[in-house]
T-cell receptor, first 113, second 115 residues
Framework: KNQVEQSPQSLIILEGKNCTLQCNYTVSPFSNLRWYKQDTGRGPVSLTIMTFSENTKSNGRYTATLDADTKQSSLHITASQLSDSASYICVVRAQTGANNLFFGTGTRLTVIP | DAGVIQSPRHEVTEMGQEVTLRCKPISGHDYLFWYRQTMMRGLELLIYFNNNVPIDDSGMPEDRFSAKMPNASFSTLKIQPSEPRDSAVYFC?????????????FGSGTRLTVV
């Protein structure tokens, strides 16, 4: 069964600290994995996309990693800011199937001053 | 482009009433998706259209839900009759191509509360 699981469910960190969010998936055959940031009251916005051959990709203070062998991805946030407070959603696309996007339930990150 | 525009932003209705959610996708995007988001289940795909044609509605929970896309710039999601368990945030998203190379562009959502 194709599934995407994220951890932790929620996280509170101090401003300026780093954090890492985890995403484990069982989606097969794998096509790509995307991390979205969803601010409160807004729709999700894409941060990064990882394909099978990519191990690491950065977008500013966000760095995503992918281990296709273990089917794990992480999103590392460096020097967190208050504006990083949001939900982060991991979405995995399968290569086949009419409905081939699988969503994690997200990690709710709160950055406090 | 103003992005994907959804209306209303908030909707509170009584059980049994009809609810219509509206979406204007990004001009030029050929795919439109309707999602429902709840705390328990996260984002769930309800239905998607390609060039105004419904392609996969297997995510539509039951016959009370229906969606239309009469033209490339407008889509509706209707719930009739509404029930309290329909309370959720409903997102519309659009993309150029099914794979959404730059990611889907989501609207700001409609928060539906059925009392």
């Amino acid at each position: 069964k194709n599934q995407v699981e994220q951890s932790p469910q929620s996280l509170i960190i101090l401003e300026g600290k780093n954090c890492t969010l985890q995403c484990n998936y069982t989606v097969s055959p794998f096509s790509n994995l995307r991390w979205y940031k969803q601010d409160t009251g807004r729709g999700p916005v894409s941060l990064t996309i990882m394909t099978f051959s990519e191990n690491t990709k950065s977008n500013g203070r966000y760095t995503a990693t992918l281990d296709a062998d273990t089917k794990q991805s992480s999103l590392h946030i460096t020097a967190s800011q208050l504006s990083d407070s949001a939900s982060y959603i991991c979405v995995v696309r399968a290569q086949t199937g009419a409905n081939n996007l699988f969503f994690g339930t997200g990690t709710r990150l709160t950055v406090i001053p | 482009d103003a992005g994907v525009i959804q209306s209303p932003r908030h909707e509170v209705t009584e059980m049994g009433q009809e609810v219509t959610l509206r979406c204007k996708p990004i001009s030029g995007h050929d795919y439109l998706f309707w999602y429902r988001q709840t705390m328990m289940r996260g984002l769930e795909l309800l239905i998607y259209f390609n060039n105004n044609v419904p392609i996969d509605d297997s995510g539509m929970p039951e016959d009370r839900f229906s969606a239309k896309m009469p033209n490339a710039s407008f889509s509706t999601l209707k719930i009739q009759p509404s029930e309290p368990r329909d309370s959720a945030v409903y997102f519309c998203a659009s993309s150029l191509g099914a794979a959404g190379g730059d990611g889907y562009t989501f609207g700001s959502g409609t928060r539906l509360t059925v009392v």
